[in-house]
């Protein structure tokens, strides 16, 4: 049997732990902790595409671990952090499932994942090709996170998560998306950040909380 390379192996192991910290965000219902996870997600995914570009020696990946470590490490934790604080929002509500049930789904979910990403391991030529099944379970996961969830912060750092693993299957299944794409992402995250920042706090003064049962009861008396 041929040892991986070290470089492969520290890429698999950060993908290992990509896995587990979403696991770890879909348990959590602190949210100060949960965008703590979410920057530490970030941090991986920065170091993976540091170490992508060494092995490969496409700058374009140093460019993207760059963008990485400025808006998902540094800039979007700091944002959402501010807005906890404005807010005052720092635990979640009850979910719409308990955590046992939620962690079985969690489970099935990857599982799932696994399935369905092997016929697309299979046609990649990237030596990272083993990743994206995790690639893929990280993406379900966060979307798990964001419909059993009720209040909107928990709801938005899912949905970043969502598509940290879109930008790790991307990298796993082709070493990256070109540089124009991943410009106009970045962009897209960062202007949907600051207006859901201002959704937010209209959401507040409206309401008095961030409960998306609100929205439920609105609709009900309409």
Same mark, same amino acid.
């Given at each position: 049997?041929?040892a991986?390379p070290?470089?492969l192996?520290v ?9 587990l910290?979403s696991?770890a965000?879909?348990s959590?219902r ?6 703590n996870?979410?920057a530490?997600? !970030?941090?991986l ?6 170490l992508?570009a060494?092995?490969?020696?496409d700058?374009?990946?140093? /460019?993207?671990? !760059?963008?990485?470590?400025g808006?998902?490490v540094?800039?979007l ?7 906890i604080r404005r ?10 499932l308990n ?6 789904? !969690?489970v099935l ?5 696994f399935g369905l ?14 990743s ?5 379970? /990280?993406?379900f ?5 964001m419909?059993t969830?009720r209040?909107a912060?928990?709801?938005? /750092?899912g949905f970043?998560s969502?598509?940290? =693993?879109l930008?790790?299957g ?13 410009l =106009?992402?970045a ?9 859901? =920042?201002?959704?937010f ?5 409206q309401f008095?909380n961030?409960?998306?049962k ?7 008396n309409?």
């Amino acid at each position: 049997m041929i040892a991986l390379p070290w470089d492969l192996q520290v890429l698999n192991t950060l993908a290992a732990l990509l896995l587990l910290l979403s696991f770890a965000m879909l348990s959590q219902r602190r949210i100060v902790t949960l965008v703590n996870l979410l920057a530490l997600q !970030g941090a991986l995914l920065c170091i993976a595409t540091l170490l992508l570009a060494w092995r490969t020696g496409d700058h374009n990946l140093y /460019v993207s671990a !760059g963008l990485t470590l400025g808006l998902k490490v540094i800039f979007l934790p700091w944002l959402l952090h501010r807005l906890i604080r404005r807010l005052g929002v720092y635990w979640d509500t009850e979910p719409l499932l308990n955590m046992t049930a939620t962690m079985l789904v !969690g489970v099935l979910v990857v599982i799932f994942a696994f399935g369905l990403a092997q016929p697309i391991s299979a046609l990649a030529s990237t030596a990272t090709r083993n990743s994206i099944g995790i690639a893929v379970a /990280v993406i379900f996961i966060a979307f798990l996170t964001m419909i059993t969830r009720r209040k909107a912060m928990s709801q938005v /750092v899912g949905f970043l998560s969502m598509e940290n =693993g879109l930008f790790f299957g991307a990298m796993s299944a082709t070493y990256g998306m070109p540089m124009v794409v991943e410009l =106009g992402v970045a962009l897209d995250v960062l202007v949907a950040m600051l207006v859901l =920042g201002v959704f937010f706090f209209q959401i507040r003064e409206q309401f008095d909380n961030l409960d998306l049962k609100n929205f439920e009861t609105l609709k009900e008396n309409q």
